[in-house]
């Protein structure tokens, strides 16, 4: 288990290491049988009705970096990228088909008119739906029929199934393996936080067509989520959940959700910024590593900008959380947590440019271009032309773009007291890691 999340940047307290505060494991490469990931899970959730998922009954293998999966999923990959790259298209910016007013993302009903809202990941699109027999037909063109995500009465998941597909989730939701009690309405209320985030995730992740391999389809290194809770003991204590990642499974404590207490960790981790979707786009960031960098034999280009990810992980993140980022690591790493070991920098690398590329998106979408970097590139060639991050050319494009525009964004915020959109300095090592991972995502599989 990598714990990345529970620990981004400063010192942690004292307590931190023995894991009495949160119960981090001595050891976190997770030698043998991890807590988070055998059947004593179920004390703190159930399994996602209807997963298609093995529930393991003897814990997980050691996380070794020598282990390689081999290309057993080359094949998988290159279908789902078959048709990629998209078409341009800018998306981001929803309205309702019905009557024009601006929805949102998330949105299951118009409040201009009162529609119904559903999403078609497929098309990302949002549509009016219209209930007919037992299912939703969209009132869009098409007409196609839908049912509800199976996750849509208890979080209001607005993703759309087609009624013919025989999945009863979501595309996004159907790598659930275990969710929450949904007993407790605080706690379902945190998990829906946690869900709409991870869509957001696999908004990008559709938009590049970036493979992924359901645990059903890879029973060892196949992508999951888990949502758990702390497990209360009966003599009091607490068992933390720790957020991570392990062999394509990400768990995520649904505490993260609690607005309080994430601003409570990050305080104490002094971050500068903390949310659920930076969470999700980290550590699926450890799931992309394991899949085109070590699947993908990339090792070597990575060990060039990121270094040697064969050094000691539970010794590095030990020093890291005892010592802190190196002096003058705002020269070469996005972030204090970066500098922990190769993984963790690939990571916080990686969670940057979806937080870059999706950030230009919608303000493209929305017309907000500052334009005072995008000449540098010379990609951006005149005002009336669009600019679509997700096709960019290459990580600088992006970059050039992306600093002043938050830049400005940082200095409205200053203007309402607020704290800055992007607290973070891209130096030139970063756009090259950057360039590292735009490389990844654009390049197609070989087999
Ligand atoms: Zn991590
Ligand atoms: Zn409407
Ligand atoms: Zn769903």
Known sequence: MRPCAVWRGGR????????????????????????????????TGQNQPGADFPHPTNGTKALTPSWCG?????????????????PGIILKLFTCPRCGNAVHFENTQCVGCGSPLGYVPERFEVVTLEQRDGSFVSLSKGGEAYALCGNAASVACN????????????????????????????????????????????????????????????????????????????DGTTKPVMTGHESGLITINVAEADDAER??????????????????????????????????????GFRTLFGDEREDYGEALKRHHNNGPRPGWTQAFISAYATAHPWEDFAETWAHYIHIVDGLETAEAFGIRTGLGATQSGSVKD????????????????????????????????SMGQPDLYPFVISKPVVDKLQFIHSLIHAPLKT
């Open 263 to 300: 601003e409570r960790r990050r305080t104490a981790m002094g971050e500068p910024y903390r949310t659920l979707i930076g969470h999700f786009r980290h550590e699926i960031g450890h799931y992309y590593w394991d899949r085109l960098v070590r699947d993908g034999g990339k090792l070597d």
């Open 12 to 43: 942690p307290p004292t307590s931190w290491w023995s894991g009495r505060r949160f119960g981090l494991p001595a050891d976190v490469k997770a030698k043998g049988p991890a807590p988070n990931i055998n059947p004593a899970r179920a004390k």
């Open 159 to 234: 993703w759309l199934v087609p009624i013919n597909a025989g999945e009863t989730f979501c595309e996004a939701c159907r790598y659930n393996r275990m969710i929450p009690p949904l007993s407790d309405e605080t706690i379902v209320r945190n998990w829906a936080k946690l869900e709409v985030a991870k869509r957001h995730l696999f908004y990008s992740l559709m938009r590049w067509h970036l493979p992924r391999s359901p645990r059903g389809v890879d029973r060892q290194e196949g992508l999951a989520f888990d949502f758990l809770v702390d497990e209360r003991k009966e």
């Open 383 to 414: 005002e009336g032309s669009r600019f679509e991050p997700y096709s960019a050319a290459s990580a600088r494009e992006l970059v050039d773009s992306w600093v002043p525009l938050t830049i400005a964004v940082n200095s409205i915020n200053r």
């Open 70 to 86: 081999g290309k057993r999923d080359a094949v998988l990959f290159d279908e789902a990228r078959a048709d990629w790259p998209l």
